[in-house]
């Protein structure tokens, strides 16, 4: 028999899984169900969620406004720190973490006795939403239906939907599992499953943040952005906020078929999975704040920082995000983008951003030592002295290597 609860917290997005799990947590507790939706930038998608919620069985629904947080505390430590995990931008990873701990702050606010969530027992999410979960209440308990019930299927859950009268917005023929906030849109499922199709980016309908590179423009739009020590703060000379940024980006990168990504991604439960991203203005930033630190760093921090990043893309995709880890990384990204402050013009051209300037009164690139013509600041040759001792012990081997053969009576090997 089930652990009966009187009061579950379910994390409520109004898609397939979590509009089913309603009437199916109440059927199965006979619990009070209370839905709880973070706004992280899904627009049209919470139209209509309270309704649902409240029609479908929930005695309430609570839709928070993360937005702001969302960009500030999470994607913009992102950013900073450069960090993709296999060339994916981490749209879905670290918008599970805020909507996770602001769960936890209303299950803990309501009495509730667990916490439920949708997330299929094959994915990342589970992960994400659980270890944040655990960081918070650690003695909450969880429930995790896709592990355990029996409707193990899209197909399924449809069939359930339909016959409990649930609206959907999605059918059979087009049940890709997506997930939407103001940095990006996945789509995976049905054809993008088998790697051999191609995906169907020029399908109407598929892409909704912006347009294949093949609808593109003709022209290029160019653009300009200002860091403040790696945080954007203007968009073409205008001071925004970086979520205004982000939504802007989103629109001008959308329309120039900027930040489309298919990849073959390694899940952290050991399985590989197909997805195309749709991160347009996250792909525009990424794309800045990288020609700005080129001028900004030096060789041996941008060198590091490249490490650094993979570690922290590691941890964000893991669900790892309120681990000590993480935040000692990100102190140590914040104390590198003290100087990465400046101004960097892109052009957006089918799919393509092409550089165009970048300048920053931390700038470390020096023209004059740069150049091949004649100058008074440089050396060259010094750079015989430098090659000797840098090349010191391949010399050192090659003598020792070269005395042991004929030691040996062998003839040292030539270069063929």
């Given amino acids: ?73 999470y994607v913009i430590p992102t950013l900073k720190a450069g960090a993709a995990y296999e060339k994916y931008l981490l749209g879905t990873s670290f918008a599970r973490p805020i909507i996770a701990k602001r769960i936890v702050e209303i299950a803990q606010k309501e009495g509730a006795d667990a916490i439920c969530h949708g997330c299929t027992g094959k994915g990342n999410d589970q992960v994400r939403f659980e270890l944040a979960i655990k960081a918070f209440a650690p003695d909450m ?33 087009t049940n890709y599992s997506k997930d939407k906030n103001l940095w ?24 909704e943040l912006g347009v294949s590179p093949y609808d593109a423009p003709d022209t290029p739009t160019q653009i300009s952005l200002h860091f403040e020590k790696g945080i954007p703060t203007a968009l073409n000379g205008q001071e925004m906020k970086p979520l205004d940024i982000i939504l802007k980006l989103n ?76 935040k000692a990384l990100s102190s140590f990204v914040d104390s590198t983008q003290e100087t990465v402050t400046g101004d960097v013009s892109l052009k957006l051209y089918k799919g393509n951003i092409i550089p165009v300037s970048v300048t920053s009164p931390y700038s470390l690139y020096s023209s004059g030592m740069a150049t091949f013509d004649e100058d008074d600041c440089y050396d060259q040759g010094d750079s015989a002295g430098f090659i000797n001792l840098f090349g010191l012990p391949l010399k050192v081997r090659a003598l020792n290597d070269r005395a042991l053969y004929e030691k040996e009576g062998k003839h040292f090997p030539s270069v063929e």
């Fill in 184 to 207: 990006h849109l996945s789509h995976e499922g049905l054809d993008l499953e088998d790697p051999a199709n191609e995906a169907p980016i020029q399908k109407p309908g598929f892409l």
């Fill in 1 to 73: 028999m089930k652990k009966q609860y009187k009061k579950i917290v379910l994390a409520y997005s109004g898609g397939l899984d979590t509009s089913v799990l309603i009437p199916w947590l109440k059927e199965n507790y006979g619990a009070e169900i209370i839905a709880v939706s973070g706004n992280v930038g899904q627009a049209s998608e919470l139209e209509g969620l309270e309704e649902k919620a409240l029609k479908t069985g929930a005695s309430k629904l609570y839709i928070e406004d993360l937005q702001e947080e969302f960009v500030n505390d």
């Fill in 251 to 326: 629109e001008l990168g959308g329309a120039n078929g900027i930040g489309l990504l298919d990849v073959v991604e390694n899940r952290l439960v050991g399985m590989k999975s197909r997805g195309v991203y749709e991160t347009p203005g996250g792909t525009i930033l990424y794309a800045a704040h990288e020609k700005l630190e080129e001028i900004t760093l030096d060789k041996e921090t941008a060198h590091y920082k490249q490490q650094v990043a993979l570690k922290f893309a590691d941890l964000v995709y893991n669900g790892q995000w309120y681990t000590p880890l993480r």
């Fill in 141 to 173: 308990d969880i429930i995790a239906p896709w592990r355990f019930w029996e409707l193990n299927s899209r197909e399924k859950e449809i069939e359930y939907a339909q016959k409990h009268n649930i609206p959907l917005k999605i059918s059979k023929e």
